[in-house]
């Protein structure tokens, strides 16, 4: 459906640091509708693949789902993910020459990805595009996926790729303009319904529209094939929706640098004569001082831009800036005033406030 509705791929990434969670069967049940399941064999392939024969075989099953298993594969030496999932989420594979400096066929597709693994396949540090186009589901060995998983691995492989070739032909029955037949104009009104109803969960449309495509799709499997009225609810998906202060870098960014002062505390006092460890600055009320220089390496090493940092501050009001720039100088003790970066923190509830309760009121705790 990813091409008819006229949307992004995305993925839905299964993860559970529990072993025996179902994640791998819940993936060949899904796997079995297009084809065979059985794990890292033809349809069904794992992370240990390079990323061009990821690009290869997105591109030939280019609108089927595509699954991959063991995220874990993917890891350096240093237990790092090296996967990116924007050569996938992209649409198209990488730009390649040929030996007489022409181009090689590049491949494209319109799906969406379903995969597994140890860990999330996102992390704090990822750009807000690629939180946008995943659907991160934890799963638990007390709650799981698939009772009976032996069992089960064992009925897929002997019996697949039914359930997908009856819902293509339900798909495209009718007019010969394929846009024009009617279960896909049915299709496309009802992802419509979907995303107004998903968009309104404070969550972004990349996310709202991956949520829609899910529903509809499990709407119509539900209408032609199975025929239990068991679809897949709006409530029951938004647990999943990322907000949009969850995905947004820059608001992720902005809770890093408050939890640093926090944790430099000791460092944040500024200049005293019997301190012999360095400086970071000084906090004065609610107002961080941060010396420009510790800032930019605090954004260097958490991988935030330090530019865009600092314009998405000073946009939301959350530094205190000068006429021009993003600084100002400010005194830190020892005759010293460097330029700093002053960062407005959030302001904490205190006890007082409970100290001058009406007579008779009880405080809340």
């Avoid at 709006?234 to 969850?246: M, P, Y």
């Avoid at 940092?309 to 939301?316: A, E, T, V, Y």
Wanted: aromatic share 10%; hydrophobic share 35%.
């Amino acid at each position: 459906l990813i091409k008819p509705l006229g949307i992004l791929p995305f993925f839905v990434h299964l993860w559970s640091l529990e072993s025996s969670t179902g994640k791998t069967v819940a993936q060949m049940l899904g796997a079995s509708v297009w084809g065979e399941p059985s794990s890292g064999k033809g349809y069904f392939v794992n992370f240990k693949s390079p990323s061009v024969g990821l690009e290869m075989i997105a591109g030939f099953l280019h609108s089927l789902p595509v699954f991959i298993d063991e995220l874990q594969m993917a890891k350096d030496y240093q237990g790092k993910i090296k996967f990116n999932v924007y050569e996938l989420a992209s649409g198209s594979g990488k730009l390649r020459s040929n030996r007489s400096l022409g181009l090689n066929y590049t491949p494209t597709w319109d799906t969406c990805f379903i995969t597994s693994g140890e860990t999330p396949i996102t992390s704090d540090t990822d750009g807000e595009g690629a939180l946008n186009r995943v659907f991160e589901i934890e799963c638990y060995a007390s709650n799981l996926v698939i009772r009976d998983g032996h069992r089960t691995a064992g009925a897929l492989r002997d019996n697949y790729g039914h359930a997908g070739r009856m819902f293509i032909e339900k798909l495209l029955d009718g007019d010969e303009d394929v846009m024009q037949r009617p279960n896909i104009l049915a299709v496309q009104q009802k992802y419509e319904e979907y995303y107004q109803a998903c968009i309104s969960n404070n969550t972004t449309q990349k996310q709202a529209m991956a949520a829609a495509a899910l529903l509809t799709a499990d709407h119509f499997a539900t209408e032609w094939i199975f025929q239990d009225g068991k679809q897949l609810t709006v409530e029951e998906i938004s647990e999943f929706l990322k907000t949009k202060e969850r995905v947004s870098l820059m608001d992720r960014g902005y809770d890093l640098l408050c939890d640093w002062v926090a944790i430099n505390a000791n460092r944040m006092k500024g200049i005293k004569d019997e301190d012999k460890g360095d400086c970071y600055g000084v906090v004065e009320g609610n107002i961080a001082y941060i010396i420009r220089s510790v800032f930019s390496r605090v954004c260097a090493e958490n991988a935030l831009n330090e530019k865009g940092m600092l314009s998405h501050l000073r946009s939301r009001k959350r530094i205190m800036v000068g006429q021009k720039g993003y600084t100002m100088s400010h005194y830190i003790g020892g005759g010293q005033s460097p330029n700093c970066v002053c960062l407005i923190l959030p302001q904490t509830v205190e006890n007082s406030r409970f100290s001058e309760l009406p007579d008779g009121e009880e405080p809340p705790f």
